[in-house]
Nanobody, 123 residues
Framework: QLKLVESGGGLVQPGGSLRLSCAPS????????IGWFRQAPGKEREGVAC?????GSTHYADSVKDRFTVIRDNAVYLQINSLKPEDTAVYFC???????????????????WGQGTQVTVSS
């Protein structure tokens, strides 16, 4: 069964850092763009970053642009720095074919999803 597996979440103090991982199971990510999304309780799912299948193109939400970095090798990683309480959410990775596209932040266009990893920012 094809699936994505996220890891790396946890409880961190404001100003801290985390590195989330998104690894494939039963397939490779070679031809897939990977998006990172988050969903806080009572809020809509929000696209925060996306990386194309080559890694040559990345996209970020304005709210995270200077703090989040997405990179890839055989897996995809989301480096999160200067964490804020408002970053608290479940973070998901998701796959779509090749490119992120202009509508990369629209989660409906991503077909394969991981189970999510909880990030909690609190002192």
């Amino acid at each position: 069964q094809l699936k994505l597996v996220e890891s790396g979440g946890g409880l961190v103090q404001p100003g801290g850092s985390l590195r989330l991982s998104c690894a494939p199971s039963a397939f490779t990510l070679d031809y897939y763009a990977i998006g990172w999304f988050r969903q806080a309780p009572g809020k809509e799912r929000e696209g925060v970053a996306c990386i194309s299948y080559t890694g040559g193109s990345t996209h970020y939400a304005d709210s995270v642009k200077d703090r989040f970095t997405v990179i890839r090798d055989n897996a995809v990683y989301l480096q999160i720095n200067s964490l804020k309480p408002e970053d608290t959410a479940v973070y998901f990775c998701a796959a779509r074919w090749n490119l992120c596209g202009d509508n990369w932040s629209d989660w409906h266009d991503f077909r394969l999803w991981g189970q999510g990893t909880q990030v909690t920012v609190s002192s």
